[in-house]
């Protein structure tokens, strides 16, 4: 393996720990995850303000969402299947005689984060994940019912604790610096779309509710932390 192609961080239970970051999975799972946030961050925003993409088709917004929602989907597979593979590839850490009550919590974490995403998608449905907010398909109110009566982002918790779970199970740092890389974009995008949810949906009440997702002209109220 080239030495100029690798980060050196440092020595844990007894293992040096390399990244090949010259690896095809690792920086094409890289690129999907940068291109995701920087979709996230752009179109929803261009929609919302300006209604740039449902002018070019008739104005209908469902068409527009709709072909957004396939992309993210589709990108988010590749990043996902990039990122199991950048696991696979690169060197494994030896955790010694900590190696088996690390892959349990490990196992539990990843458990524990697919259930979250789960539940988001539950409780949002295949809109409000995906940023219907800004296509003008808002809840009728704020959903405070779970996860969101105790998680103010679900789904980007349980996206981190799912790769990182997978990545401590694995023994690999690639996957590690991939679980920090993914949670810093999700940490930004947060602090951007708590102030834009905080307009869709003014806090009005504090009554647990599951909400019901429907089509506006004009700016309602609405949960949603994606």
Known sequence: ???????????????????????????????????????WMIVPQLEYRFNLFSQCMDNDKTKV???????LINNGAYRNLTFHNAVRANLAIDFGQYSLIIEIISLIAAILGFLLICSTYY?????????GDYFNFRFTERITAFPYSHFDNPQYL?????????????????????????LLLYK?????????????????????????????????????SN
């Open 1 to 39: 393996m080239n030495s100029e192609s690798m980060i050196q961080l440092g020595t844990l239970f007894e293992a040096n720990l390399s990244i090949n970051i010259f690896e095809e999975s690792f920086y094409m799972s890289v690129f999907y995850a940068v291109l995701s946030f920087v979709f």
């Open 65 to 71: 969402h709709d072909f957004f929602i396939y992309f």
């Open 123 to 131: 409780r949002l449905g295949m809109r409000g994940i995906y940023f």
């Open 158 to 182: 349980g996206t981190t604790m799912l790769f990182t779970g997978y990545s401590l199970f694995y023994h690999s740092p690639a996957g590690l610096f991939l679980s920090v890389l993914n």
């Open 188 to 224: 930004i995008f947060a602090i951007m779309e708590f102030y834009e949810l905080e307009k869709f949906y003014p806090k009005t009440g504090s009554s647990e509710n599951s909400g019901s997702i429907q089509k506006e002209d004009t700016k309602s109220l609405k949960s949603k």
